[in-house]
């Protein structure tokens, strides 16, 4: 009350002495020309921009994980295949009979075909640990679309049987002899022995 009072006796000089005064202050104390404002909108974008990237960063992170989980579930549904086509026990005339009836099948002749002495290889491809390669010598002759039809004949068989460190020359000198001559290994697989026995008998041993 005595401030208001005060300030009513003022002379209408001092009055705008006064309000010039607070005038000031108030531009300088409380005055806000929109900068502050300004400045608060850009962090506010420039936390937004960056928001937006993570979430770019995490969508494309669970993007991925969703993709090498399909991949791997893809890749065990390919194992249990493959599982189901190596059998427990891979006898030497099975792979015997194979051969011969791919052959007849396909027109080719085979010269040779022995167990090698190396028999019962461990694979050595990664994951291969329960499974043994068993391996033959193999030699056929006949016209080299007959050998492929062989090579299809045997990639349809229910057992996996893979053909390895082959060659393939033409039979002879003479160029009206179109016959060629493939050598190499033919490999079955089937279930390792340690494989098969049960958990306690492995730790047993």
């Keep these: 009350m005595k401030f208001v ?17 607070m005038a000031t202050a108030y531009f300088f104390m409380y005055y ?3 900068e502050t404002l300004e400045t608060q909108i850009t962090q506010l974008k420039a936390e937004v921009s960056q928001e937006q990237v ?17 991949n791997v579930a893809s890749i065990a549904r390919d194992l249990q295949v493959v599982k189901a086509k190596i059998p427990n026990e891979f006898k030497d005339t099975e792979m015997t009979t194979i ?4 052959s007849v099948r396909s027109g080719v002749s085979v010269l040779s075909l022995a167990r090698k002495k190396d028999a019962q290889i461990r694979s050595n491809l990664p ?26 004949i045997l990639a349809r068989e229910e057992k ?4 390895r460190d082959f060659t393939i020359e033409r ?34 041993k």
């Design 99 to 102: 051969i011969n009836k791919a």
């Design 127 to 152: 994951g291969s640990e329960s499974v043994e390669e068993i391996s033959f010598d193999l030699t056929i002759n006949g016209s080299f679309n007959r050998l492929v039809q062989f090579v299809e």
């Design 54 to 70: 993570k979430k770019k960063d995490t969508e494309a992170t669970i993007k991925k994980e969703d993709e090498m989980q399909a």
């Design 5 to 21: 009072k005060m300030i009513s006796q003022f002379s209408m000089f001092r009055m705008l002495i006064l309000a010039a005064v």
């Design 160 to 163: 996996i049987i893979k053909l």
């Design 32 to 34: 806000d020309s929109g």
């Design 171 to 204: 039979n002879s000198t003479n160029p009206n002899d179109s016959s060629v001559k493939f050598k190499g290994d033919v490999i079955g697989f089937k279930q390792a022995q340690e494989a098969l026995k049960p958990p306690d008998a492995q730790v047993k």
